[in-house]
Nanobody, 121 residues
């Protein structure tokens, strides 16, 4: 089994910054894609950013230039640096990881428990 544990959410004023972390642990053989989604009440979960094992990054248009995704493969951890935060960034942020638990085993998608980010004055 694989667990993803997130940290770093909280309350911040508009224009401020937060850094989210998500550490994977458990029966990990290899991690492929990692990234972040976010969700507000009553709406679907939307992609924010993703990074593959080679370090290639993708972002939703609304966060380009403000958010930076990175990963530390030695620590099985993905980060989301969020700068110039806006009220519309308020959401529960979920990390995900595609994890293979053994040689020749297809990866499965795992999710973190979610961390609240609130941007308000």
């Amino acid at each position: 089994q694989v667990q993803l544990v997130e940290s770093g959410g909280g309350l911040v004023q508009p224009g401020g910054s937060l850094r989210l972390s998500c550490a994977a642990s458990g029966s990990i053989f290899s991690i492929y894609d990692m990234g972040w989604y976010r969700q507000v009440p009553g709406k679907q979960r939307d992609v924010v950013a993703g990074i593959n094992s080679g370090g290639n990054r993708n972002y939703v248009e609304s966060v380009k230039g403000r958010f930076t995704i990175s990963r530390d493969n030695a620590k099985n951890t993905v980060y989301l640096q969020m700068n110039s935060l806006k009220p519309e960034d308020t959401a529960v942020y979920y990390c995900y990881a595609d994890v293979s638990t053994g040689w020749g085993t297809d990866p499965d998608l795992y999710w973190g428990q979610g961390t609240q980010v609130t941007v308000s004055s």
